[in-house]
């Protein structure tokens, strides 16, 4: 079973040059350190109490990354948000996009190729080696949202996602995105007395935040 990180790199990785799609760029990285927090909520490493993160268990879950994050909170020992813990998590775990497309390297599912830039520069890209796991994720996506099926909680952790990462355009047509939007923000609402739906509400809107504060430092830099 591929981890809800590993998921959401396939879903914002572009299936031939292996490189991650335009529209995730900015909201990528903060989405992975999201995906990484709840991947520890459902090992039972953490948990969620009056909207701080607290560490439940200090057994390692045995994922070189997740085992970072966790050693970080640790080491850190202060009681801080889940938006704290994103902006944390993207800064001191180190290559995540990177570590978790080995991952998938190495269960097959993605390759590795290295591209000159320049004639001088590499640059290391991940096209697609085995599509099914993705084709069945994407598959399971629209049956929840534009079909009705049950959800899980995982599930729903992973579509609260796909619109703050910017991912809309590349997993629904054209034709379906205006419903897709408006049945995902009702997937959260209907969710939305769940304890684990709270966590993902309150990590998509921190996603949100940094993103937009990203863009606007990016933007006042690049106009000065």
Same mark, same amino acid.
């Given at each position: 079973?591929?981890?809800?990180?590993?998921?959401?790199?396939?879903?914002?990785?572009?299936?031939?040059?292996?490189?991650?799609?335009?529209?995730?760029?900015?909201?990528?990285?903060?989405?992975?350190?999201?995906?990484?927090?709840?991947?520890?909520?459902?090992?039972?490493?953490?948990?969620?109490?009056?909207? /701080?993160?607290?560490?439940?268990?200090?057994?390692?879950?045995?994922?070189?990354? %997740?085992?970072?994050?966790? %050693?970080?909170? /640790?080491?850190?020992?202060?009681?801080?948000?889940? !938006? +704290?813990?994103?902006?944390?998590?993207?800064?001191?775990?180190?290559?995540?996009?990177?570590?978790?497309?080995?991952?998938?390297?190495?269960?097959?599912?993605?390759?590795? =190729?290295?591209?000159? +830039?320049?004639?001088? +520069?590499?640059? =290391?890209?991940?096209?697609?080696?085995?599509?099914?796991?993705?084709?069945?994720?994407?598959?399971?996506?629209?049956? *929840?949202?534009?079909?009705?099926?049950?959800?899980?909680?995982? @599930?729903?952790?992973?579509?609260?996602?796909? @619109?703050?990462?910017?991912?809309?355009?590349?997993?629904? =047509?054209?034709?379906?995105?205006?419903?897709? !939007?408006?049945?995902?923000?009702?997937?959260?609402?209907?969710?939305?007395?769940?304890?684990?739906?709270?966590?993902?509400?309150?990590?998509?809107?921190? *996603?949100?935040?940094?993103?937009?504060?990203?863009?606007?430092?990016?933007?006042?830099?690049?106009?000065?």
């Amino acid at each position: 079973m591929l981890t809800l990180t590993e998921e959401l790199l396939l879903l914002g990785l572009h299936d031939d040059k292996g490189s991650v799609v335009f529209n995730a760029s900015t909201g990528l990285p903060f989405g992975m350190a999201g995906t990484i927090l709840m991947d520890l909520l459902f090992q039972d490493k953490i948990l969620l109490e009056n909207g /701080i993160v607290k560490i439940k268990s200090e057994s390692l879950p045995g994922n070189p990354i %997740l085992d970072d994050a966790l %050693l970080e909170m /640790i080491t850190y020992r202060k009681d801080k948000d889940v !938006k +704290f813990w994103v902006n944390r998590i993207n800064s001191k775990v180190k290559n995540i996009r990177e570590r978790t497309a080995e991952m998938l390297v190495q269960k097959g599912i993605l390759k590795k =190729e290295e591209k000159k +830039f320049l004639f001088v +520069f590499t640059t =290391e890209r991940y096209p697609t080696s085995n599509p099914v796991p993705e084709i069945e994720l994407r598959k399971r996506i629209k049956d *929840i949202v534009l079909g009705g099926a049950a959800a899980t909680e995982r @599930e729903l952790t992973l579509i609260g996602l796909i @619109e703050p990462c910017g991912l809309v355009e590349e997993i629904f =047509e054209k034709s379906e995105r205006k419903t897709a !939007k408006v049945n995902m923000k009702n997937l959260q609402k209907s969710n939305v007395g769940n304890a684990v739906n709270k966590i993902i509400q309150e990590m998509t809107t921190a *996603i949100l935040a940094t993103v937009i504060a990203t863009t606007a430092a990016t933007t006042v830099v690049t106009s000065s």
